[in-house]
């Protein structure tokens, strides 16, 4: 028997959020979205999700006001994080943190910097070199040294190789030709 979506009799405010974010895939949605992943494709291919599954996560965010469709400008639409999706930032970021704490031998597989002056952003959402509350639209992601594995081929992986400011629409026309080329890449700096 499926779960249902509520917490029928549960007067509290986190029994309301998870009814909303609380389904399976949607904060891996989520946090793409912040990432900057807007197209339908793409986050059926990086996720590797069922695509009915994917369409209907997206449909309940986009009920529920956290994301909105958009006109992608090349006859699709994509989906944007919304006033109300943008302060669910720390929560996803507070379960990155917690798993590279307790699931990245080698260290957090994203490493997040304030746009600005490139400082290191610690998890509570501090620069390192301003001393300043960062908010997500001044933050870059990066791979971190927990990022071990070889990337995969979706262009979403392949695009967040690179540095990559979150909210910003990701470049998924990025394409490696290989694995292999992408540790070169990295080896020379570039």
Known sequence: ?????DYAGQQCSLARA???VGERWTLLILRDAFFGV?????????????????????SS???????????GGHGHPEYVLTSKGLPLW???RTLLTWGDEHYSDRGPRRVFRHEPDDGLVSPAGICDACGQDV???????????GLVSPPATDPVSQALQTPH??????????????????????NEGG
């Not at 908010?135 to 040294?145: Q, R, T």
């Open 61 to 71: 965010l986009t009920e529920a006001g956290v994301l909105a469709r958009a006109d």
């Open 90 to 92: 720390p929560a996803i």
């Open 165 to 186: 400011r979150l909210l910003e629409p990701l470049n998924t026309a990025i394409r490696l030709r290989s694995p292999r080329e992408f540790i070169d890449r990295t």
């Open 38 to 58: 807007r197209r339908f494709g793409d986050f059926a291919a990086h996720l590797n999700i069922p695509r009915a599954v994917l369409s209907d996560r997206l």
């Open 135 to 145: 908010l997500v639209s001044d933050l870059l992601v990066a791979p971190g040294p």
């Open 1 to 5: 028997m499926p779960l249902g979506k």
């Open 18 to 20: 998870l009814e909303i």
